[in-house]
């Protein structure tokens, strides 16, 4: 775990997932670094759900296949700080399919590990996490906006969905498709919001810079 540790950055013990689990306090964290490299599956849209991921560093991607065309297609990123596969809690099958967009550092609890973590069935918080889970994970995708124009709909998609605090590295072209627009048109929107200084961007990399004029740019 040592090598896993330094890779990351990010000791365990100070990380929050580290942290709730007492490291540091003689007590045993279930999740266990694991390094992915760019385009590497983590897993399958269907596949059995048998671990939780917590993303330690870099991008992950969600894709699932759209019945109403038959296509698979990006409908959310997930950065630093966020737990993927989540459904595995309460479902038996991953909804989704996670691939890195990044080299990842992410840490892996089995589904036996996660449920002892999280505490006996029945209690306040444990039967509130599921509740909000059985909502979050329903088979439909959820859409992102599609009226208004291009910079408005790519400033509600940020101010909604982007990151807080933290460098996005993702290709213009896997940001588009979350969006259902031509690369092109989300790259002029994205210089849009440059110019009005809402973001910082590159060709692979995204910041937000000001989240009032991103708020004020998608007309919220």
Known sequence: MALAEVDSGINCAQCSVGRASGLGAGAFCPFIDRNRRAGELLYLQGDTADHVWFVKRGTVVLSRLDRSSETERAHAVRLQGAFIGLEAVVNDRYLDTAR????????????????????????????????????????????????????ERV????????????TLTLPRRVMAELLGMRPETFSRALGALSELGAIETTRTTLRITDNAALIAAAGQ
């Open 100 to 151: 890195a967009a990044t080299d990842v550092v992410v840490c892996g609890a089995t589904r036996d590990g996660i449920d002892a973590w999280l505490g006996p069935s029945g209690t306040p918080a444990r039967t509130a996490l599921e509740i909000t889970l059985r909502t979050a994970c329903g088979p439909e995708l959820r859409h992102a906006r599609t009226s208004g124009s291009a910079v």
């Open 155 to 166: 400033a509600a998609w940020l101010a909604d969905e982007g990151p807080r605090g933290v």
